[in-house]
């Protein structure tokens, strides 16, 4: 299992506002080449969603179904495949005010997004190979899809992303 961490400060919006944005799934496609087609199905009773999501994968498509819990409390999204090309794929997004750089005037508020997702292509005699290209290509995805969502974001660095953990 591999765990991919994308973290970035949204410098244009409040977390609230980020929140909202990610929710809107069929926006995606719209925002980079590399998500070729969402398909967002009627709420559930209980508020969840469906997904199916058609996403490029160095030369062809890797497809799967998403449930998807809205946790609005918390400016929380968790998904998990329920079927498709991953034999695992769960994750969340948590949007989150953070105190910021102190100026003349005060501490300042910083949205944090976070990215968080474990998967595994279900291929052990490539996982050397197919795991770093998945990986790399779902984090240059999610911040693609991030900065045409949110604005500008400056991405965290390894070492905040630490710190954030144990802060």
């Known amino acids: 299992m ?19 944005l990610i929710c809107d799934f069929r926006r995606y496609p ?28 160095r ?18 999204v968790e998904f998990e495949q329920t079927k498709g090309d991953f034999e695992v794929f769960h994750g969340s997004w948590v949007c989150e005010e953070r105190d910021g750089e102190v100026d003349d005037e005060g ?13 595994d292509l279900g291929i052990p005699s490539l996982a050397d190979i197919l795991d770093p290209v ?3 290509t779902l984090r240059d995805n999610i911040l693609r899809i991030l900065e045409g969502l949110l604005g500008r974001v400056t991405p965290m660095t390894p070492l905040d992303l630490t710190a954030s953990r144990h802060g």
């Open 107 to 119: 501490a300042a508020a910083v949205t944090v997004v976070t990215f968080r997702s474990d998967f």
């Open 2 to 20: 591999r765990e991919v961490i994308v973290q970035v400060v949204a410098e244009e919006r409040t977390a609230r506002q980020a929140y909202e």
């Open 30 to 57: 719209e925002l980079t080449d590399k998500v070729d087609e969402v398909v967002v199905h009627p709420p559930e009773a209980d508020g969840s969603l469906r997904s199916d999501w058609s996403v490029v994968f």
């Open 134 to 136: 998945a990986e790399s």
């Open 59 to 76: 030369n062809g498509l890797m497809r799967w179904s998403e449930l998807d819990r809205f946790v609005p409390e918390t400016l929380t």
